[in-house]
């Protein structure tokens, strides 16, 4: 059974950092893409990185350039996403995708498996 699972969700204060981890299992990730979004309450779900299946490629969108770093571990089967500088407009659902073309796009539709979602939460 193909499966993603997101880890590493949490409560944070405003500065903090988090790290995201997206296990694959099921499947080798290493002819995936993978992206990852976010939806916070009451808002659409939106892209926030994503990384090509060589990791040689990432986008990010303009709300976090420069604060997350996507990464991938391909012998691991782990993606993950650094988070730095957190401000409360990060607070949101986080999910991981994956989709099987070598460079990463940032567009929902294209993405076949979905992880079920890690909440993370930027509060003091």
């Known amino acids: 059974q193909l499966q993603l699972v997101e880890s590493g969700g949490g409560l944070v204060q405003p500065g903090g950092s988090l790290r995201l981890s997206c296990a694959a299992s099921g499947f080798a990730l290493d002819y995936y893409a993978i992206g990852w979004f976010r939806q916070a309450p009451g808002k659409e779900r939106e892209g926030v990185a994503c990384i090509s299946s060589s990791g040689g490629n990432t986008n990010y969108a303009d709300s976090v350039e420069g604060r997350f770093t996507i990464s991938r571990d391909n012998a691991r089967n782990t993606v993950y996403l650094q988070m730095n500088s957190l401000v409360p407009e990060d607070t949101a659902v986080y999910y991981c995708?994956?989709?099987?073309?070598?460079?990463?796009?940032?567009?929902?539709?294209?993405?076949?498996?979905w992880g079920q979602g890690t909440q993370v939460t930027v509060s003091s």
């Open positions: 995708a994956a989709f099987a073309d070598v460079m990463c796009i940032m567009s929902m539709d294209e993405y076949d498996y």
